[in-house]
């Protein structure tokens, strides 16, 4: 839908008295097959560090639809007894493209020691169906019980860690399905009724009132493990002052803040340096995970 398209829907949306970004949220790639090295190429930042042996495939199924998955282990998951006492993060990603745009994201943070579950929403990558807030969701408590009943999961050291639009899903993960040991949240929105307020956005009147489910604001005080909240002052897509700063205020404690002074919306890590971006993450896991029960 182009921009002349808005004009002739208003009245429309108006009539409606709400609107949902939901068709505009998604920007998704389908993929015959995850990390051909053509498809990789396009991606500046990803390394191929993770050994192949590390890296399995899995799936779900919501709804009648199967929804793609990769587990990327340490080297420890493979023996008999695999280390149960390492941190497990359930990576929820942003809207662009697919589980491949994110890999680079993954390697961070296998590279610190982690071992991490990463899955693609539906319609995206080689997972069926479309993606909407509600499927969305689902498609994320589908992942928090793979990792759950995996028998190398310690469920006291699970972590939920959400990029962009992926905040929505690890919000909901920990306000409404079940406490992990730690939230992290990078560059995610306040709600999707924040973002038509921003300046500018899609040229939209900031009195329409979203109909999808994806708010923030009204979860995030109902976290109650630690949180830390990362976000790029310079970021204009999610603007620091309407969306990091309003959730800060309103998440309870405990909670830690990593605010990258020059980052926009997807460069936190390689702005801040990845071993500065690894020290503050570390830092926040070390203190926190274990303590839930």
């Not at 970004?21 to 998604?26: I, K, M, N, V, W």
């Not at 396009?42 to 590390?54: C, K, S, W």
């Not at 399905?177 to 995610?188: D, F, G, N, R, T």
Request: hydrophobic share 40%; charged share 25%; aromatic share 16%.
């Amino acid at each position: 839908m182009n921009k002349y398209s808005w004009i002739l829907a208003l009245p429309l949306i108006f009539s409606l008295g709400c609107f949902s970004l939901e068709p505009f949220y998604f920007e998704n790639v389908s993929v015959d097959e995850y990390f051909r090295a053509e498809d990789m190429e396009e991606y500046e930042r990803y390394q191929g560090i993770i050994p192949e042996e590390l890296i399995r495939a899995d799936s779900f199924v919501v709804d009648s639809d199967t929804i793609y998955a990769f587990w990327a282990l340490q080297a420890t998951d493979t023996l008999q007894e695999p280390d149960t006492t390492l941190i497990t993060i359930l990576y929820n990603h942003g809207n662009y493209h697919n589980i491949n745009h994110y890999w680079d994201r993954v390697e961070l943070l296998w590279e610190l020691g982690y071992r991490v579950y990463i899955y693609d929403y539906p319609g995206y990558g080689r997972s069926q169906g479309e993606p909407t807030s509600e499927s969305c969701f689902a498609s994320a408590n589908e992942a928090f019980d793979v990792v759950y009943w995996d028998e190398r999961v310690d469920t006291s050291r699970i972590v939920f860690y959400g990029f962009s639009l992926g905040g929505y899903m690890s919000t909901h993960l920990a306000a409404d399905v079940w406490s992990p040991a730690a939230v992290i949240l990078e560059a995610v929105q306040a709600s999707t009724s924040a973002l038509l307020k921003d300046s500018g956005l899609l040229g939209l009147p900031s009195g329409i009132v979203s109909a999808d489910d994806f708010d923030n604001e009204k979860r995030i005080a109902d976290i109650d493990c630690p949180l830390l909240m990362i976000h790029g002052k310079a970021d204009n897509y999610t603007v620091f002052e309407r969306h990091a700063l309003v959730l800060w205020k309103l998440a309870e404690e405990p909670k830690d803040s990593f605010w990258i002074e020059d980052a926009g919306h997807g460069d936190i890590p390689y702005v801040a340096g990845e071993a500065v971006y690894g020290e503050r993450i570390v830092e926040f896991l070390d203190t926190y995970p274990g303590e839930a029960e």
